[in-house]
C-alpha cells in the first residue's frame, strides 16, 4: 500500500521515530538527491558518508520541471537540473510546494560497497550503466545511443554503448534512458544539461530478439529520450 507522501514526511509524520541518517542543510539538495538515488554526505566533523536507494514510498513521481515549465515560471530550455535547482533558490516561498508536488519519496541507507548499486545489486560505473524500464529493456542488455545535439548541450558525451545495469521510479516506457556519469564538478555539468532525444539500438541474441516484435515492446519504434544523473545515483530529474 503507498506510504505517506512527501507532504506528511516533510511535516513530521515520521517524526521521534529515530530513522535519521543525517540532516541536510538545504532542502533542494536532499530533493534531488532523492532524484538521483545515492550521493555523498558530508558531515560537519569532516567525515564523508555514502547513502543510497534504500526504499520509496509507493507514491508516483512527477517531474517538477515540467510543472515549472506548464505554469510559466521557467523557459523549457531552462528546464535543466540547474536550472531548476536555481529557481527553487531563488523563490524558497514557493519552493516547498513545488517539491511537494512530487509525492514520491526515497529512503537510504548507509553503503560500504564500493559503488552506489544498481538494479542487479552490482555497483554502476561512470560513462557505462545505464537506467532502463526492465518492462521493455532487459537489464544486463547492451543500449547503442545516438543522440541529436541540438536538444541538449551535452548529447554528444552520451553516444556510444551502455549496459542496462539500473531501473527508477521516473524511467518509464520503451523510449526513456538515464544515464549515470558519477561523482563531482564535472559529472554534474554533464548530467544536468543532459535531456535529448535520438535513438537507442538494444543489442540481443538473435534468438531474443525475434520474439519482441509484438506486444508493449513494439511501441520501442518511437522517439527515444536520454537524460542524465550524476551526484552517485543514476536517477532521472
Known sequence: MPYYTRAEINKGVLDNRHLEIAWAVDPVALFFLQIQ????????????????????????????????????????????????????????????????????????????????LGALSVPVTSQISLAVDPSYTPLGAPVFLMLDSKHGGNAAFANGLWIAQDKGGAIKGANRFDSYWGYGDKAEHIAGGLASHGSAWLLLPKGVAAGLGSGKNGKAQRETKISAGSGEGNKSA
Open 37 to 116: 538515488g545515492s550521493g555523498r554526505l558530508n558531515l560537519e566533523d569532516g567525515r564523508v558518508i555514502r547513502i543510497g536507494y534504500a526504499n520509496q514510498n509507493g507514491r508516483e513521481y512527477t517531474a517538477i520541471g515540467r510543472l515549472l515549465v506548464d505554469k510559466g515560471v521557467i523557459e523549457k530550455g531552462h528546464a535543466t537540473m540547474a536550472g531548476i535547482v536555481e529557481w527553487l533558490h531563488n523563490h524558497p516561498d514557493q519552493a516547498p510546494s513545488i517539491m511537494e508536488s512530487n509525492k514520491s519519496y526515497v529512503f537510504f541507507r548507509e553503503l560500504k560497497e564500493t559503488g552506489p
